[in-house]
């Protein structure tokens, strides 16, 4: 796996071991090209994995950079790739939900990309929503099995987007006013 963009575009990224859904090449390209210039905007990383998400934000001007990830052989991982760049990415070893409620900070952008077999999406999305790191302006992505089809609208979250790769689809998110 490579970055695709970026200051960092074609460096290989370490994948961790084991059952690993490295989220595609062509589905990174596309998503960061539709979030366009990322050049001070926050990133939040959940269930960071090998941290290729994290890296691609990083490599395309987002600062800061957080992972997260709860897996200790993931973790190792993520810190090797991270450590392969010169960009300055903090790594949170979480379950994304003890994250998002233990926010302090709000973040641009945030990139959920739990394991396709995670049955709680739609519970994180609502922590999402309640959660300090989602601001006004914030765009929450989750990606996910193409099957699964997300409500239009959870908690506070309003859905803008639906992109499918494959077998997966990453669906956007905005806040939205309250019901």
Partial sequence: MRVTGGKYRGR?????????????DKMRESVFG????LHGRSFL?????????GIEAASRGADP??????DRAKLAVTRRNTALVESDISISAMPAESYLQRATRQFDVIFLDPP????????????AARSAAIGP??????????????????DLLQCSDRRVYGGSTVTWFLPAAPA
């Fill in 34 to 37: 539709s979030l366009g210039d």
């Fill in 12 to 24: 290989i990224i370490e994948c961790p071991p084991g059952i690993i859904r490295p989220a595609m």
């Fill in 137 to 154: 302006h914030s765009v929450v992505l989750i990606h996910h099995r193409s099957h699964e089809t997300l409500p239009e609208r959870i």
């Fill in 65 to 70: 950079v957080v992972l997260v990830e709860r």
């Fill in 116 to 127: 396709f077999n995670y049955r709680h999406k739609l519970d994180l999305l609502r922590k």
């Fill in 45 to 53: 990383d959940l269930f960071a994995g090998s941290g290729a998400i």
